[in-house]
């Protein structure tokens, strides 16, 4: 199984699945030098892990991390950094009677057409849980990124029909941690609650979106072709289980616009004759141009799906083509937004770090 390798200087490969005994990764380029706060990782993946609301799933993991290699005495050395979480609330047997059924919307019958086998105790490596590798990687690329001053904050913009209704110049990222929706916008997590409690007593799950701003990034990472800025953010999100969809800057909107609203007119502050450089009055591009960042706060937005296991029974095939009805039963996700979250901000300190560091190996 290729394709679980992600990262060109900065690399990152993961390994495990959902029930097995432990999933990890190997975390390979991350520079010598950083100081590696564990709590501050511990925090991160404390942040996705399940259990903690009632909107997710009841599996009790304390997701604890295990680093295995290339930190000496809270010090990053350069080289390979191993590290692993024991998965302990396993339960295989919950899912004996899928072992031969597909789920709707799961990657069971795809993953049995590509490779004739699959790991049905919760998707295998499929299942979302893989994402606590990411979270994980992430946060050490969080470090590095804040020893450069490089800062990344993720919140939850919309659950179902309910949107935050600040403007965007209002929003205060770092609120998002106030609450267990990830939200910053008080009136909006209260109606969206509500429409969980909803959602919830019908049985069924709810999609949303994930907005994140990643400010102090310097002009000038990213290629302008095939590895725009833009293009990889779009891939690393895309990535995320239940992803659909990812835009930046004014996105979708931008389509409906003239160009004479949509153009980002240059500002010349009043420091650019020492330390040449321009700002932008707006940002609709998202803090990217021509693929290559501007040196504005990169912003962009992914939407998620509804979980696709739901309180409802279904009705479905088996391998052997019967027809059956798969009962509501398990441990599920009524949304996973909130916790993807995390996932979102992890994944984009990974494609930023990498680009900066692909950047200042090409200075002379």
Not at 201 to 223: F, H, K, W, Y
Not at 299 to 327: C, H, M, W
Request: charged share 20%; aromatic share 8%.
């Amino acid at each position: 199984m290729p394709g679980n390798i992600t990262g060109r200087l900065l690399r990152l490969a993961s390994f495990g699945e959902s029930h097995g005994a432990a999933i990890g990764g190997v975390l390979d380029g991350f520079p010598a030098g950083i100081a590696i706060d564990l709590a501050f990782i511990q925090n991160e993946l404390d942040k996705r892990k399940p259990g903690t609301a009632s909107f997710s799933s009841a599996r009790q993991e304390n997701d604890q991390i295990e680093v295995l290699s290339g930190v000496f005495e809270g010090i990053s050395l350069g080289t390979p950094i191993a590290f692993i979480v024991r998965n302990q609330d396993t339960r295989p047997e919950d899912y004996h009677e899928i072992s031969k059924a597909f789920r709707p919307s799961h990657a069971d019958y795809t993953y049995s057409m590509k490779y004739g086998i699959r790991d049905y105790r919760g998707g295998g490596r499929s299942s979302a849980r893989e994402t606590l590798v990411r979270v994980a990687a992430g946060a050490f690329a969080k470090l590095f990124l804040s020893s450069k001053n490089i800062y990344i904050q993720a919140y939850t913009s919309s659950i179902g029909p309910v949107e935050i209704n600040q403007n965007r110049s209002e929003i205060r990222p770092e609120q998002a941690g106030l609450n267990a929706l990830r939200c910053p916008d008080p009136d909006a997590v209260v109606k969206m609650n509500a429409y969980l409690d909803e959602i919830r007593e019908l049985g069924d799950s709810a999609g949303g979106t994930v907005s994140c701003v990643i400010s102090g990034v310097p002009a000038g990472l990213g290629e302008p072709v095939y590895d725009k800025t833009e293009a990889l953010l779009a891939q690393a999100m895309l990535s995320i289980n239940a992803c659909m969809g990812f835009e930046f800057g004014t996105g979708f909107k931008a389509a409906t616009l003239r160009g004479s609203e949509n153009n980002d007119q240059w500002d010349w502050p009043e420091d650019a004759q020492e330390n040449f450089h321009l700002n932008t009055k707006t940002n609709n591009s998202g803090g990217i141009q021509g693929g290559i960042t501007n040196g504005q706060p990169i912003r962009f937005r992914v939407a998620f799906k509804p979980v696709a296991t739901i309180q409802q029974d279904q009705p479905s095939y088996t391998t052997e083509g019967e027809n059956i009805v798969l009962p509501a039963k398990g441990r599920h996700d009524v949304c996973i937004v909130p916790r993807a979250v995390a996932v979102v901000e992890a994944m984009a300190a990974l494609v930023i770090a990498d680009l900066f560091l692909q950047h200042k190996a090409l200075d002379k």
